[in-house]
């Protein structure tokens, strides 16, 4: 294939996946689910497939995907289920690999253990771009989402490691604490290198204006992690997951508003692409799948039908963990309600002991201590309110056991088998059978099964209540900085009364408009009428009318056209402000 028509292809491929995109909002069905059927299709179109090596989507397209997912997960969210994904990507994958690697053991008679296990290891993660890509869409339960998602972030890491680990043992070169030993080192080392990569480029990207040159470095930190991880033989998949967490963690705090913009837009154009065109890259690589599989002595047929079997058997266990799961889970919220009880009374008492001692109500360390021990427990009641109000059930339990789906990393991790492995060919159609069944059966009924289950996603009125709480708060703090009679600018000079009274009204405009979509609900008529809609609309003329007055002028070249573009991009954050405003209570 030369380079004009790889060329054509990728374009071919580009403009499908945008396609996809758009379709699938009107059909109701996720993008990925069919790009995947299209590229079925594609791939019996002569000459049309094409076969990435699997070191290509391993080491050059999972890096980014993981990052770009962990970016947008919530610290704190993956802090409170963290019993739950560690569980699901560390001892579900561990199950799922040695009951399904013992049972091809047994189907294939001149397959060995090890080399079972490892292609067990290979469809026992779930698929982070499927999760993400459905749970939103669908509109699961945030904390559904969030297990999910943190799941799929980390269960790749255990599966490669096993991976690696029984291709190693297939030569007889390890041994079960060699394995354990391995998989402990491989953590420890990656979250390691994640940490250390995570505060050093947010510490650089911190110290950089330039949001091009922001966003330039934030596509490298995926790779910076990656690489030394895997150099040194620890999970450079999990390396990149703990840097990403740590990245979107601290960009609140570390990086410049604009910076924050323009990394949010490139990653979620980049993440569009790649995800989507990995779904589309299996749905291509059928057809060769099955012709490697044809020149070997079993059928394609018959690898096909195992791959429904081990799809089943992947899907039963995954039940039968989450029942014992949802009990631990009940328990811990249990023990926690009685722990936070303990704790309450504690500080009752030791409040009562300050308010009674002057020595220590003046000790600046038993202050100290106490701020802590509140905000532990302010903390601690936090995660038991959300538990309560997003406890799973059984519903949870269901949706969580049926959105197991997985995806291209399995089919890559499965071509990264030995060449000399028996059965190899059909051991590959085997786990590409398991991702696809997975993601069009599992992912094309998952809406289906939401309505059966009657589980709702949030609230939209609670949601918009919240958000209106929050801008309130956040703007009574933020006038307390003009009640100061004595306030100056950073250069010290005074500020003029009608300056600060404009400040004043603008401040209060996004939490007055909040509110009024909260009591009243968008899209009521007499919202239409408030002062501060009324405010929104008469700006967006204005804008409109200076946006067109800006086109004279470029069609005139009266200005210099760097003038041109910095007012432009000036329209643009403002316009994209007063829609943040409107749509703030409906994200």
Same mark, same amino acid.
């Given at each position: ?40 299709g ?14 290509v989507?391993?080491?050059g ?34 199950a ?61 890491a ?10 190693a ?11 354990v ?17 995570g ?9 950089l ?15 910076i992690?990656?690489?030394p ?10 390396a ?13 705090? @570390? ?43 079993l059928?394609a ?22 029942g ?54 302010k903390?601690?009641?936090a ?90 708060e ?11 009679p ?14 600060i009274?404009?400040?004043?009204s ?59 573009? @910095?007012?432009q ?19």
């Open positions: 294939m030369d380079l004009l028509q790889t060329g054509l292809i990728g374009v071919v491929g580009l403009v499908t996946i945008v396609a996809a995109g758009a379709f699938s909002k009107r059909l109701g069905v996720a993008a990925p689910l069919i790009l995947i059927v299209i590229g079925v594609f791939s019996f179109i002569p000459g049309a497939p094409v076969q990435v090596p699997h070191q989507i391993l080491y397209l999972l890096p980014p995907i993981l990052y770009s997912a962990a970016l947008n997960v919530p610290v704190l969210d993956f802090r409170r289920n963290l019993t739950s994904i560690s569980a699901l990507s560390v001892l579900l994958v561990l799922t690999t040695f009951v399904t690697g013992v049972v091809l053991f047994f189907v294939f008679p001149q397959l060995s253990l090890a080399a079972g296990i490892a292609i067990g290891a290979v469809i026992s993660p779930t698929d982070a771009v499927a999760a993400t890509a459905l749970g939103k869409r669908l509109g699961l339960p945030p904390r559904l989402v969030t297990i999910l998602e943190g799941e799929s972030l980390v269960n790749d255990t599966a490669l490691v096993l991976l690696r680990s029984a291709i043992a297939t030569a007889g070169a390890v041994s079960f604490w060699g394995v030993g391995d998989f402990a080192f491989a953590v420890a080392v990656a979250v390691a290198i994640g940490l250390v990569v505060v050093v480029t947010v510490w650089l990207r911190s110290k204006r330039d949001p091009l040159l922001d966003t330039a470095i934030s596509f490298t930190v995926p790779f992690a990656f690489i991880a895997e150099y040194l033989h620890a999970s450079g998949v999990l990149v997951v703990v840097a990403g967490l740590y990245s979107g963690h601290n960009s609140a705090s @570390r990086f410049t508003p604009q910076a924050r913009i323009s990394e949010r837009l490139n990653w979620r154009t980049l993440q569009f692409v790649l995800e989507n065109g990995v779904f589309l890259l299996m749905g291509v690589e059928v057809t060769g799948l099955i012709s490697n599989t044809l020149e070997d002595d059928s047929g018959r690898a096909v039908v195992i791959g429904f079997i081990m799809t089943a058997i992947v899907l039963v266990l995954r039940f039968i963990f989450i014992p799961l949802l009990l631990v889970l009940r328990r811990q919220t249990e023990n926690a309600e009685r722990m936070q009880t303990r704790w309450g009374a504690f500080l009752a008492r030791f409040r009562v002991r300050m308010d009674a001692d002057d020595r220590l109500a003046t000790n600046e360390r038993v202050i100290k201590r106490r701020g802590r021990l509140e905000q532990a427990h903390r601690r009641q995660d038991l309110d959300q538990a309560r109000a997003e406890g799973l059930g059984w519903r949870g339990g269901v949706i969580l056991g049926w959105s197991g789906m997985r995806g291209v990393v399995t089919l890559a991790a499965a071509q990264s088998l030995p060449e000399g492995t028996p059965y190899r060919a059909q051991l590959v159609l085997i786990a590409f059978t398991v991702a696809v069944t997975t993601l069009l059966v599992q992912g094309g009924t998952l809406p289906w099964l939401i309505r059966l289950t009657g589980i709702r996603g949030t609230d939209r009125a609670a949601d918009r209540r919240e958000l209106a709480s929050l801008l309130d956040l703007g009574q703090v933020g006038l307390l900085a003009l009640e100061d004595d306030f100056r600018l950073p250069g010290g000079e005074n500020v003029d009364p009608a300056v009274e404009r400040v004043r603008d401040t209060l405009l996004a939490a007055e408009s909040a509110w009024e979509r909260a009591d009243h609900g968008a899209g009521v008529d007499g919202l239409s009428h408030s002062p501060q809609r009324q405010y929104r609309a008469l700006r967006r003329e204005v804008l409109q009318a200076e946006r067109d007055a800006l086109l004279e002028a470029r069609s005139a070249g009266s200005y210099p056209s760097r003038i041109l573009s @910095r007012a991009a000036l329209l643009d954050l403002e316009e994209t402000r007063l829609e943040q405003i409107d749509n703030g209570g409906n994200g």
